[in-house]
């Protein structure tokens, strides 16, 4: 028995090495170029679902403070838009990626619109919330925040209300980027 539990340790462990990373995932950027998370390797992340006709749209202006902030020290925030909710981002990629630079000057990287829940959630997400993924438990809203490590590891999650600006955020980035 110890040893058909010390096996099932070790397959256990092996398993979890060669889960791929997050930043292997596939994606594709606000003008639908391939890319993915590797892009961004050995910087501190705050990926972020968005939506244009939100009540928390305002938060964009909070996003793009946050990463001229801190983008010279190796940060960056990743704006996904999403219509999942409240059918609140029904524009294209191009519209979207207008509003955006026009109402709220985002620099930031953008990326193709996609799902956050439900049975089309991109892989991104289903490795940051599904069963086995970093944070259980579906995305409850637009604007709802994954604070990824330098080495591409989900490191904390803050919900929709919670404001970029917020104390709890600066300080989580500001602690990862150490």
Known sequence: MKLLSTALCLLS?????????????????????????????????????????????????????????????????????????GAQEPGSNEEIKQFCTSKFSVSFPMFDKLHVKGPQQHALYAALTGKEGAFPGDVKWNFGKFLIGKDGKP???????????????????????K
């Not at 803050?158 to 917020?166: G, K, L, M, V």
């Not at 600066?170 to 990862?176: F, R, Y």
């Open 13 to 85: 462990a092996i398993a979890l090495q060669a889960a791929p990373s997050i930043q292997d995932i596939p994606l594709k950027d606000i003008d639908g170029k391939d890319t993915s998370l590797k892009a961004y390797s050995g910087k501190v992340l705050l990926v972020v679902n968005v939506a244009s006709q939100c009540g928390l749209t305002k938060q964009y202006k909070e996003l793009q403070a946050l990463h001229e902030k801190f983008k010279d020290q190796g940060f960056a925030v990743l704006g996904f838009p999403c219509n999942d909710f």
């Open 155 to 177: 490191l904390q999650r803050f919900e929709p209300r919670t404001t970029p600006d917020d104390a709890s955020v600066v300080s989580a980035i500001e602690k990862a980027l």
